[in-house]
């Protein structure tokens, strides 16, 4: 068990991290001061810190440094505001392994503790006297991971194209509007590969400032540039063996992108300040919500680099384009939700079901994910009623042509075999995850021959 020391004034935010963190096995101490967190560094050997850059007494470059004099293998995470990114770059020269900006979910700091936990538990491979890639299991290989299929037509094709490409080596260009689950493709194709058991390294392209892009993507080694005062793992290092995930890919500068193309062709890479080449055994598969055609026709990205990246690409359709897949999602993060807030709330009324249809979807999968869970937190009673729904949920209105209901679905019985399944079995749940009444579920059991 990871042990995690989190230094935060904001007593309410630092408790519901420590309460998340120690939900996903980590052993978690909760400090309020820098002077607090001295005490914890000097009596108390930690995996990771993560601190908030402003505190009453020092700020957060403060505690860096003294966790670095301590143990320089320790990972140190900054939280930090918008206005204090360039502390947060700072921070970073001086060896911290990584910043996330404020306000955040919990959820989406969740990736970052993993990679920085996994950098720490591959740096000793260093000293082997080996130089074949590092095949352990990581935090960061998304084991056992919860991934539901969509029963449409749309997502079917999805899931064709996920098994296909998936025990190959072929990278993978993963295409669609932003929220509509980029992310969970990769992870699916990494676990469905002959890779399943190396790491899974996911990097968010637009999050990587500038200046220490370099040293993110390849490490550096200690004494390299100014503050640098201990060897750094790269994304690429730490991915070896595995597969590295490059999310929003469109944002890397020009720059950037020959020093990528060449790792990708060379299948090597050299930390910044270091004269030695270390080979690296990587799958990638990146992501973008843009239009990587235009920007190659428009000279903003390179087409060398664009060609190497999709040898197979996959677009994944907005959630309006898989409108019947629509409450099998939402069940799915409704007991997602049930477990994150300790709740048992057991479906959506028809209200809701019948605005969930209604609404268009513009942030997708995120979207409904983060609005089943507010209105989880909401509910008061064992179904989720409109009123604690979005206003513009709860009030937005379609034409009836637009209406994808159950029975103007093709896939019929296939989505009722599909509700049953995941209800096991059980037909008031899977009723509700079809937005019917039981009647109706009976007798559509009997005119397809489906027996229990």
């Known amino acids: ?94 060896g911290a ?29 260093k000293t082997e006297k080996t130089k074949k ?3 352990k299991s990581s935090s960061s290989s998304v084991e056992n991971l919860d991934l539901i299929q969509g029963v449409s037509e749309p997502s079917r094709r999805l899931n064709d194209y996920v098994e296909l490409v998936a025990p190959t080596n072929m990278s993978v260009l993963i295409t669609g509007e932003s929220g509509t689950g980029k992310e969970q493709i990769a992870k699916s194709i990494h676990l469905q590969s002959k890779r399943h058991n190396a790491p899974f390294i996911a990097v968010d392209c637009g999050a990587i400032p500038k200046e220490i892009a370099s040293s993110e993507f390849f490490g550096h080694i200690k004494g390299s540039f100014t503050g640098a005062i ?18 929003e890919i469109g944002n890397l500068s020009y720059e950037l992108q020959v020093q990528l193309l060449r790792a990708l ?11 030695t080449e270390i080979e690296v055994d990587i799958r990638v598969v990146t992501a973008t919500n843009e239009d990587l055609s235009k920007a190659v ?28 897949d629509l409450m099998l999602f939402a069940n799915h993060f409704l007991e997602e939700a049930n477990e994150d807030l300790e709740k048992n709330v057991l479906g959506f009324t028809d209200e809701a079901i019948h605005a969930f249809r209604n609404y268009n979807w513009p942030g997708n999968l995120r979207e409904l994910k983060n609005m089943v869970k507010r209105a989880v937190l909401l509910t008061k009673d064992d179904l989720i009623p409109l009123k604690v729904l979005p206003h513009e949920i709860a009030s937005s ?29 059980n037909k008031s749940k899977a009723a509700r995850m079809l937005s019917i009444d039981r009647k109706t579920l009976y007798n559509k059991l009997k005119q397809y021959g489906i027996k229990l």
Request: no cysteine; hydrophobic share 35%.
């Open 1 to 94: 068990m990871s042990k995690v020391l989190v230094v935060e004034d904001d007593v309410a935010f630092g408790t519901m991290l420590k309460t998340f963190l120690e939900k996903r096995d980590y052993k978690v101490n909760l400090v309020y001061s820098a002077e607090e967190a001295f005490k914890s560094i000097s009596s108390t050997n930690f995996d990771l810190v993560l601190t908030d850059v402003r505190l009453p007494d020092y700020d957060g470059l403060e505690i860096l440094k003294k966790v670095k004099e301590k143990d320089a293998s320790t990972a140190v995470i900054i939280m930090t505001s918008y206005a204090e990114i360039s502390m947060a770059v700072k921070a970073m020269k001086e």
């Open 97 to 125: 392994f990584d910043y996330v900006s404020k306000p955040f979910r919990p959820e989406s700091i969740l990736q970052t503790i993993k990679n920085a936990l996994s950098t720490t538990q591959v740096k000793p491979e």
């Open 133 to 135: 890639p590092v095949k």
């Open 230 to 247: 201990n060897d750094k793992t790269g994304h690429f290092e730490a991915a070896n063996g595995g597969t590295l995930f490059l999310d």
């Open 265 to 275: 062709q060379e299948r090597r890479v050299k930390p910044v300040g270091s004269n």
């Open 297 to 324: 026709k428009e000279g903003e990205f390179r087409e060398d680099l664009y060609h190497r990246l999709n040898e197979f690409s996959i677009k994944v359709p907005a959630l309006r384009e898989r409108r019947e």
């Open 397 to 425: 209105s379609r034409t009836s042509e637009n209406d994808y209901g159950l029975f103007k679905n093709k896939n019929e019985e296939q989505l009722i075999l599909d509700a049953l399944e995941k209800t096991g079995g």
